[in-house]
């Protein structure tokens, strides 16, 4: 891969109109790669045009659930990106039609164009979780590896960055609740991973820059748990909140009626996933499967999160008292 210039190099990227996908496609427009963003509603994903030159950034309609429309994307590729996932099911979007059916229609079509894949999982992926959504996510990296072994994998823990849908929506909740809720006690411990650092490693996957055949676990600079990152959330916005802790049991009784909001506040399936540590394995650290393996150095969310969430500050970007 590394004899290519990215001026002659095709990338398709599915799902480049989400979170980590916009961060995808500025770091690889920045490298100067030709970018075809494989996604449901092309029409929608305007905004990724001004991260690239004209002409350089180019979104056309891919479903992974339909295998001729994934296929069509990846044509004349030299390079795919699957960034695709669903955090709850509705509807035809599954699990298993998401991410390990529409997972391996990529990798079958990288395999068929010749074109390298990197693959993003999630840090919990295990074929005996008991989170639908992890045993999905582990069964995806086998049905790639399987289709198209050489593929790079990685799994991020829990992503942070403006567009974020974790910080955002607890110190959104704690604007109008008087309480946050430390679902298990808040236990659970996490190791947030700036979507920056996340679209850098991707990149250098793509320039080739990573070992093949690999699963990267990709965490920010410093474990916290939940009960933390709350405390975190508050001390940032400037506000005192209670926080309650809930036992699983009940958190999951909660969300068999939150599941059916619109967008959830939580489902049953979330509730399994937190009770597994989201932190990077001692044996990723020891084989420099990691950021810093890759020679990245994570921002830590001191860094990043205040600058996106000072929005939910009673008094804003301003301070409330003067020096
Ligand atoms: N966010 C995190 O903290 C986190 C942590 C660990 C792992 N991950 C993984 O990282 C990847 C990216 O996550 P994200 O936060 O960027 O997710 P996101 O913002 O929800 O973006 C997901 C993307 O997938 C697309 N998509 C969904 N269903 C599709 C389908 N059937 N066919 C084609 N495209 C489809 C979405 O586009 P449309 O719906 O508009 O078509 C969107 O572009 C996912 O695999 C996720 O599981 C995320």
């Known amino acids: ?58 979104a056309v309609q891919a479903n992974l659930r339909h295998a001729g429309s994934v296929e069509a994307a990846a044509r004349d590729a030299q390079v795919v990106v699957n960034l695709v996932g669903v955090l709850f099911e509705r509807g035809r979007q599954r699990f298993d039609s998401v991410h390990a059916y529409g997972a391996e229609q990529i990798a079958l079509a990288a395999h068929a164009h010749g074109a390298h894949m990197v693959h993003v999982s999630a840090i919990g992926a295990d074929e005996n979780s008991p989170s639908a959504y992890a045993r999905s996510k582990a069964k995806a990296e086998q049905l790639v590896w399987a289709a198209q072994p050489s593929a790079a994998i990685m799994r991020p823990s829990i992503m942070f960055g403006p567009e974020d849908d974790f910080f955002n929506r607890f110190a959104a909740l704690a604007r109008l609740s008087p309480a946050l809720p430390l679902i298990g006690g808040g ?17 250098d996957a793509v320039d080739g820059n990573v070992r093949p055949s690999t699963i990267y676990e990709l965490g920010g600079p ?102």
Request: charge should be positive; aromatic fraction near 10%.
């Open 1 to 58: 891969m590394t004899a290519r210039s990215p001026y002659d190099t095709l990338v398709t990227v599915y799902g480049g109109s989400g979170f980590l996908g916009r961060h995808v496609v500025r770091a690889l427009a920045k490298r100067h790669y030709r970018i075809r963003v494989a996604v449901r509603r092309p029409e929608l994903a305007g905004y990724l045009q001004p991260l690239g030159r004209v002409g350089q950034i180019h």
């Open 222 to 323: 410093d474990v916290r748990t939940f009960k933390e990152l709350m405390q975190f959330v508050l001390a940032t916005i400037e506000r005192k909140r209670l926080l309650i802790p809930i036992p699983f049991f009940v958190a999951r009784m909660q969300a068999m009626f939150l599941q059916y909001l619109p967008k959830p506040l939580l489902t049953p399936d979330q509730v399994e996933l937190l009770r597994a540590d989201n932190i990077v394995s001692e044996s990723a650290t020891a084989e420099k499967r990691t950021l810093q393996g890759l020679g990245i150095e994570p921002e830590p969310i001191e860094a990043i999160v205040p600058s996106y969430l000072w929005r939910f500050r009673k008094t804003g970007q301003f301070r409330s008292r003067t020096a």
């Open 187 to 203: 236990l659970t411990r996490f190791q947030p991973v700036f979507v920056g650092d996340v679209a850098t490693a991707i990149a």
